[in-house]
């Protein structure tokens, strides 16, 4: 009987110790195993930034075609189911004109066409900044930008016009309100010429950038 008790004994211990045993530690990788789980959506929420040299491809096809006034290829920029908003502000608060394509544009001032503002965006070598350079209306004396920095500027820091409220300021409809919020979400990179002061909102949606927002608002106009 004593032995039998002995046998058992040894047995309970091997189960505790693990087989072989071996210290068991599969209670510490299940627990391992769910917070791996719970992170995955967190690493998964968090976008990584983009493609620098794919964006700038990308941007060097879409200027090319806005100085050769091509608007087939400028459309290819645009998704026709969502289209783009232009931006303008012909007098003290921003207007907003929603567009399936550039040939349906007509800029409020002097009604001329989205291609147009090629007069205005000249060619220049585009750079990357994590900020674009600061502005000051009181800095535009004598022909000057008013921008402590004058250039092409991109960013992938798009939080400032994502949180925008501007837009209600433009009397648009609810709807439109929605959509323009919506859209604003989606913006990954953001460039800024200075020379004009036009920015262009881009996002990356079915493996290509396409053109968002055109922001053609000139500053201290109002």
Known sequence: MRNILSILFLIAACFACGIDGRNSNLGDERINSLEAVQEEPQRMGQPEEPDAAMFEKAYQQFFSALQAADTAALNNFIDAAQ??????????????????????????YLQQPFTSINQQVKECQLQQRKAF???????????????S??????????????????????SLSAQQEEQVQKLQQQVQATVLHTNSAFRFHFGYNKGRWQLLFADLRVPCSA
């Open 149 to 170: 920095e004058d250039g092409c500027f991109y960013t992938f820091n798009t939080s400032s016009f994502k949180n925008s409220d501007m837009w209600q300021y433009a």
């Open 133 to 147: 350079p600061k502005f000051d209306c009181a800095a535009m004396d004598g022909g000057a930008s008013g921008f």
């Open 83 to 108: 289209g783009f908003w232009l931006i303008e502000q012909p007098g003290a608060v921003p207007a907003y004109a929603h567009y399936a394509t550039v040939q349906e544009v007509k800029w409020e």
